[in-house]
């Protein structure tokens, strides 16, 4: 079977250090793997997905060309892979509520990120709700097989597969099981300052995000009052999260492996390890600014792109989601 690649990024908040890890430097990865292998790597910007929770429709507009950007600066090359925004392609919204008639709406309410962000909102909305759904359609509409995410996409990824499964068992096989793809070092990277959360867009605290954009001197000061535990050693371990993620993230940095930096820095103390921790943050993320920034500047060209990723996005969905409304019994336009 061809390598189909797929994955997907919300433009809400931000891109950090943790969306690199587990998104950005996997794509440009499996893009390279895909086209090797004669396969075909879709990159989807998901702008529905954003308005799952409380946002600004203008910054909605703004975050989806920041993205579009961010992709192309960390190495997608929009002649190989197929990047596109999910509301420019309309099967992506046919498919979710075709789909919708094969999720349990039981395992839907078991979703942990669905549980985790409805804590403490007056008003969750039923799109946060069916929100996996949508996701599973984004995968299943481009016959995907390989998916690479963060570990907190993890159970999403589950119930995707879940789906294809009743809808084959319902309806006859139709579609492909995807595998995801998690990073061996890096697939979930922690808060600075609360090494028990998940560094994010949203949700994590500012001084213990480290976002794609922040400045340098900016990046220093966060790692210089990343939280740390006590002790002289540099070695990943349950009782010492700091550390460890501090570790991950100079290991995703740099390509080096994480067993290398332990032994490097073990005995040191955390002071000259912090240290070399921001300079590989900054060394890595300057050039990807410099890339975006001249991007960024060119709207019309970014249009331009992902309109013609638009283009080929849409061919690609168009007859498999044909063949979900044909399988379901409906009587189709003649
Ligand atoms: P999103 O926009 O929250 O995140 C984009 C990617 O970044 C990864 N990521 C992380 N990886 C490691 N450590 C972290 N701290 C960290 N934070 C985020 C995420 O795992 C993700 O891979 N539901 C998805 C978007 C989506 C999607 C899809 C993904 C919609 N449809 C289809 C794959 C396939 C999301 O909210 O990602």
């Not at 309806?171 to 959360?197: H, K, N, S, Y």
Request: net charge negative; charged share 25%.
């Amino acid at each position: 079977m061809t390598m189909r690649v797929f994955s997907g990024i919300k433009p809400s908040g931000d891109p950090t250090f943790g969306n690199y890890s587990g998104g950005f430097r996997q794509y440009a990865a499996t893009q390279d793997i895909a086209a090797a292998e004669g396969g075909q790597a879709f990159f989807c910007i998901v702008d529905l997905h954003a308005i799952t929770v409380e946002y600004e429709p203008a910054e909605l507009r703004r975050r989806t060309l920041d993205i579009a950007a961010m992709l192309f600066a960390t190495g997608l090359d929009p002649a190989r892979s197929i990047v596109f925004v999910q509301s420019h392609v309309e099967a992506h919204a046919e498919a979710a509520w075709l789909l919708s008639a094969v999720t349990s709406y039981g395992q839907l309410g078991r979703m942990t990120q669905f549980k985790e962000k409805r804590e403490g909102q007056e008003f969750v909305s039923a799109a946060l709700f069916s929100y996996p759904t949508l996701m599973a359609g984004d995968i299943l509409l481009y016959r995907t097989t390989t998916v690479p995410i963060g570990d907190d996409q993890r159970q999403h990824l589950e119930l995707a597969r879940d789906i294809a499964a009743r809808f084959n068992a319902r309806f006859g096989d139709t579609f492909v099981l995807p595998e995801g793809v998690f990073p061996e070092v890096g697939a979930r990277i922690m808060d600075l300052q609360d090494p028990g959360d998940k560094m994010g867009k949203t949700g994590s605290s500012e001084a213990g995000t480290i976002r794609m954009l922040d400045a340098p001197d900016v990046i220093r000061r966060k790692v210089r009052s990343a939280v740390t535990d006590s002790g002289r050693d540099v070695v990943r371990s349950p009782e010492k999260p700091g550390v460890t993620n501090l570790i991950e993230i100079l290991s995703v940095a740099t390509g080096e492996p994480p067993e290398a930096v332990e032994s490097r820095y073990d005995g040191q103390g955390y002071g000259p390890f912090k240290q070399d921790v921001a300079e590989a943050l900054v060394e890595l993320l300057v050039p990807i600014q410099a890339r975006y920034e001249e991007l960024r500047a060119d709207e019309t060209e970014l249009h331009r792109l992902l309109a013609i990723g638009a283009e080929k996005a849409r061919g690609e969905a168009a007859p498999v989601l044909e063949t979900m409304y044909e399988r379901m019994g409906f009587a189709r336009p003649q």
